[in-house]
């Protein structure tokens, strides 16, 4: 835990832009896997075999379900606001012919995010979710590796989702890509 | 709100040679006042009165009595270690550093003067000056009207805490046994 936690006012905000020429430049080497949340980079752990079995068969299961519909992203990088850019597990976004290729997207371009937890369900519902229902990501899905649940979560505020609910059928549930689609997700757990 | 995600996560620690490069490229800019504590960057305070003034008149009665025998240097960087590079109001030096980054080696003395800052000076500098193995640091409590000095260092902080008898004649850490004449700092 961070020395100076007890007294912290003072902690030096870094913006995405300060975050991204660390990366280009090397201070932020490429062994390592981070995130930037409110303006500080915060370390990912490394992914054990149940996340990214998880992470692969929701991903794979998604693309199925949406073809061309959106352009479904793993662990990439999506902006936030000046401050914040998280790696989300999944990512579902607007089509768009260049995939991304001269800027990451940001909250208008996401139509879902998904988070799979194994030890990390307390920072993604307590850390993460109010900061992508503070930028308007209009859809979340968080996926509870030990608790055997999903939960989705609708209608983003200032201060978190206000909607939350635990879907009785995972063999059909509806992907928000703005055409019909439903993923079958009945082996996730 | 981000007090969560330090106990949730795992912040990353700059080196002190990734902090100095981002001062280098810009990416901190060259009006803001840092150090970094533990591998995080801290933002220090604007500088106000009477802070100004006390620390002014710290360093000018330590030159006049150090002379030649210490170099005194007034917010400087000093590298701790690979994770720390404070900024300490006023650090006493061995001579012939003129130019030199300070390191903890050529530490003699270092002097935080505390306004708004004392928790901070107290609770999270000292302690790490102390794991540096600082032999000696001084805390000037402005609010309080308190000078304290800290010595014996130790892994978790110094051993010993004293408040000097008088102001006028405070010894320094110097093999001279020379003092400072602070009086009219309060």
Known sequence: MSATAEIRARVHRLTVDDYRRMGALGILGPELRTELIDGEIMEMPPIGHPHAGTVKFIANRLKEAVGAAAIVAVQDPVWLDDHSEPLPDIAVLCPRADYYRTGHPGPADVLLLIEVADSSLHYDREVKLPRYARAGIPEVWLVDLGGRRLTVHRRPAPHGYADETSPDNLGLLPVPVGVPAMVDLTSLF | ?186
């Open chain 2, 1 to 186: 709100m981000n007090r969560i995600a330090h106990q949730l996560a795992r912040v990353h620690r700059l080196s002190v040679a990734d902090y100095r490069r981002m001062g280098e490229l810009g990416i901190l800019a060259a009006d803001l006042r840092t150090e970094l504590i533990d591998g995080e960057i801290i933002e220090l305070p604007p500088i106000g009165q009477p802070y100004a003034g006390s620390a002014a008149l710290i360093a000018d009665r330590l030159r006049e009595a150090v002379e030649r025998s210490a170099v005194v240097a007034l917010h400087e960087p000093i590298g701790l270690d690979d994770h720390c590079e404070p900024r300490p109001d006023i650090a006493l030096l061995r001579p012939g550093i003129d130019g030199a980054r300070a390191e903890r080696a050529d530490v003699l003395l270092l002097i935080e003067v505390a306004d708004g800052s004392l928790r901070y000076d107290r609770e999270v500098k000292f302690p790490r000056y102390a794991r540096a193995g600082i032999p000696e640091a001084w805390l000037v409590d402005l609010g309080g009207r308190r000078l304290t000095i800290h010595r014996r260092p130790g892994p978790h902080g110094y051993a010993d805490v004293m408040t000097p008898s008088g102001l006028g004649a405070v010894p320094l850490p110097l093999a001279g046994l020379q003092t400072a004449d602070l009086s009219g700092l309060f």
